[in-house]
């Protein structure tokens, strides 16, 4: 959630970095915000003659005026009134509030001042590549989803009996490469100092608007009708809201998880694309980087937060590149965003396997998630940090399709051997 009070002091320079994400207004949020306060003033006001009635009627008592006299009665008559027009303002106060809160939550996070400006992905800015050395030399590369059928290690079809389709149903090796893969992404992320938590599977909306998943992105998520509890779109929305409501103390900081969960989304408006194979379903699993830091420090994590994940790549040598997001192109909540796209030579193109994102204060104003400094009076809000470390399923496909042989078979990366004990699929 961006900041009231900056929007109220710098309405044009927030207007004009909103701008570089799309047509988000403030003016409706200003007008509100006035008239709140205006009524916020008249409340005081009243309720300090309020205040000041009570006391007049209890000096007048005590000098020994009449309680049933003019002059009290007259007090106490004025006194109701200012009550009866409080009991209106009160409501109509907390319908302001309300209405401001509500818009404040469709408005994404502002673009870092070092993002790069553009309008789409088209815009977007390549940093390094890595790996070209391992770039497949077989020239008859079948997609993922055929040599993992043809190996019997995946079924799409069998899934859409179960369930219906964007689902896979992972068979014999493929189920056991799913849980090396899990397994070598948190061993590695804990050998970096990031500390594993398993959390809730089911979350509620609370913590979806927290994260910046609620109002604007229903649409992508599954709920539970029954009861105020949704599937989990990624392990980012429970570990955000670990801390929610808390405040920390700066010594608690930094604070680094990594998470392992299912991953469950509509993919709502993405009919058409990637309808085979394992890059887009609606069911898939995760390792997730979440960091809370202190404010100085942000960008430094973010950069490390972005090698940590590359190393999983690194490790496994598959080639892969980091591109910076345009403002045109940033998630809801991201101040700033690095992805890493891993090559995937069936379709020779570079594909999104980790996003990894500053959001500064944004998710903590949302999750009112604050710290002390010791001498120091009052709180600061912390900054979050976030990356896939990585996205299992688009791993598999990149080693089923970078590590496959001209017989058909699947040379496992030296690092997940040992996990599997053996070294083909």
Known sequence: MLDLKQIREKPEQIQERLNLRGGYDLKPILELDQQQRELEVKRSQLQARSNEIGKLVGQKLKSG???????????????????????????QERELKAQLEALLLTLPNLPSESTPLGKSEDENVEIRRWGDEYLPKNPDILPHWEIGEKLKILNFERSTKVAQSRFVTLIGAGAAL?????????????????????????????????????????????????????????????????????ILSAEELPIHHCAYTPCFRREAGSYGRDTRGLIRLHQFNKVELFKFVHPDTSEQEHQTLTQNAEAILQALQLPYRVIELCTGDLGFSAGKTYDLEVWLPSSGKYREISSCSNCYDFQARRGNIRFKEPGKKGTQFVHTLNGSGLAVGRTMAAILENYQ?????????????????????
């Not at 049933?68 to 209106?88: I, M, P």
């Not at 970096?192 to 938590?197: P, R, T």
């Not at 017989?407 to 690092?415: D, F, H, K, Q, S």
């Open 405 to 425: 042989q001209p017989n058909g078979t699947i040379r496992l990366p030296e690092v997940l051997q040992p996990y599997l004990g053996r070294e083909t699929l």
């Open 178 to 246: 799913e849980r090396a893969l899990i397994q070598f992404m948190l061993d590695r992320q804990i050998q970096a100092g990031y500390v594993e938590v398993i959390p809730p599977f089911l979350i509620n909306s609370q913590s979806l608007t927290a994260s910046g998943q609620l109002p604007k992105f229903s649409e992508e998520s599954f709920k539970c009708d029954r009861d105020d509890l949704w599937l989990t779109p990624t392990a980012e929305v429970p570990v955000t809201n670990l801390y929610r409501d808390e």
């Open 65 to 91: 005026a009449d309680p049933k006299g003019e002059e009290v009665q007259a007090l106490r008559d004025e006194g109701n009134q200012v009550k009866a027009h409080l009991s209106e303002l009160e409501p």
